[in-house]
Structures are given as C-alpha cells and as structure tokens.
C-alpha cells in the first residue's frame, strides 16, 4: 500500500511536469518506508522500480500529449534511437557498481538538471519554434550521456532531458515536455530490459507502484494544460533541487 501511493504521487508529477517520474518517485522509495518502520529499500531495487515507472508514464504520457501537439516527432525519434542503447548499456552495467556511487551519480545529475531548469528562458518561449528545427548533433550527445547515466540509476532521464532540451537546445518547455516523454519510454524499455535480465526488479513491488502511477498520470496531464510555463519551470526545478539536496545530505551524512 506504501509503494502504490507513491506511484500515485510520482505518476501525477509525471503526467503534471512531463517527466518519467523518477526524480521524485526514487527519493520517496528510498526514505518513506524506513520512516514508517518498514525495510528500507536499496538503491537496486529502487532503480528497477523507477525506471519500471517510467516505462508506463512516457507510453501514457507521450499519447497523450501527442493528441494535444505538443510533440516534435523528429526530435523524438532521433534521441529515442540513440538513448536506447545507451540506457540499455548503463542499465546492464549498473550491478557493478555500489549504492553509494549510483546515489553520488543521481545527486550529481539532479544538480545539473536544476542549473538548467533555472536558466532564463526566452521570451514568449512557446513562440516561432518550428518543429524540427533542432541541432542533430547535439541531440544525438545528449540522448548519449544522459542513457548511458539514466540506465545506471534507473532513471528514464527525463528530469535532466527536458532541462537540456530547453537550456541547450532551445525547445519550448512545453514541446520538451511532451517530447520528451516519446524519449522516457524508449529510454525506459530499454533499461528495464538491462534490469529484468539482472534480477533487479522485484515485479509485486513494482504492479503496485503501476496500480498508482495510472490514474496519478491521468490527472497530472489535466493540470499540465491548464498551468502556465512559469509555473511548470518552478515546479520541476523546486522538485529536482529538494530531492538533490536529500540525497547529498545522505551520502555526506
């Protein structure tokens, strides 16, 4: 019952801000149940949780969000190419690795994602972007790193996508956020392939965490529409910067 309210949460942070989820779904994983007295959980089955989650928020959300327009299927297709097999790659790799070094890598892109967030936007942001009219390159390097380290920790990466879509590539908040959805699922499919042949989902834990996520994404896509981008911007940065602090307090506690 734990795990399902926090898929209920984190889904309605997914479909609101346009994100896998995981940003807030894995700080709440790691420190609600040992605050309510239950075995805590490890940062390896966390991750197989989270990026379980994300798998199903981006194919509910990347649908929904493209009946409404807000999808660019050139920049969606070229990433999702390439993030597959980095996400695949960090995700088989990550068993090598320690709990402590995998939080370090969340805490270190949480940190980097909230710089991004909180840079100026331009004005009238939602304006004169033609779709398609992106840097190939550069989204083909980003799609790289960010699912080589999204697949370490689980995470589809989208609370760091969308940052690098708006403060590198210039996107429109909202065209990145629907987008990037499109991209959290390929990301996510293919890290949760890495994970499952790893043993590192424990699949009753994360039915439950699903059971939440549906209904909690659905409503968070009503409220994505009707909130205006400043609001969105804040929200996700003020997100990313709580969860990075926690987790830097942990591992220099």
């Known amino acids: 019952m734990v795990v399902l309210g926090i898929g209920l949460v984190g889904g309605a942070v997914s479909g609101f801000l346009g994100i896998g989820g995981g940003i807030v779904t894995a700080p709440l ?18 991750s197989g949780l989270t990026i379980t989650q994300a798998l199903f928020a981006g194919l509910l959300g990347a649908w929904l969000h493209g009946r409404q327009g807000t999808v660019d299927r050139k920049l969606a297709g070229v990433m999702s190419v ?28 949480a940190l980097t994602a909230a710089v991004l967030i909180f840079r100026p936007g331009r004005p009238n942001e939602e304006e004169g972007y033609r779709l398609g ?31 690098a879509l708006t403060g590198l590539l210039r996107v429109p908040l909202r065209v990145a956020m629907g987008s990037n959805l499109v991209i959290v699922f390929f990301a996510s499919l293919a890290g949760f392939f890495g994970k ?47 969860a990075c602090a926690r987790m830097v307090w942990d591992l220099t506690g």
């Open 29 to 46: 994983l790691l420190y609600v149940p040992a605050a309510l007295g239950l075995p805590p959980l490890s940062m390896h089955v966390v």
């Open 196 to 242: 499952a042949a790893t043993g590192q989902i424990p699949f009753a834990l994360a039915m439950a965490l699903l059971a939440g996520v549906a209904p909690g994404s659905l409503l968070g896509i009503r409220w994505n529409h009707r909130a205006p981008v400043r609001a969105l911007r804040l929200t996700l940065g003020g997100l990313i910067l709580v």
């Open 133 to 163: 009219s992106f840097p190939v390159s550069g989204a083909v390097g980003i799609a790289a790193g960010v699912g080589v380290l999204g697949g370490l920790v689980g995470q589809g990466g989208s609370f760091l996508l969308i940052p």
């Open 82 to 109: 390439v993030i597959f097999g980095a996400s695949l790659a960090g995700a088989a790799a990550s068993p090598l690795f320690t709990h402590k070094f995998l939080l370090g890598v969340f805490a270190a892109l």
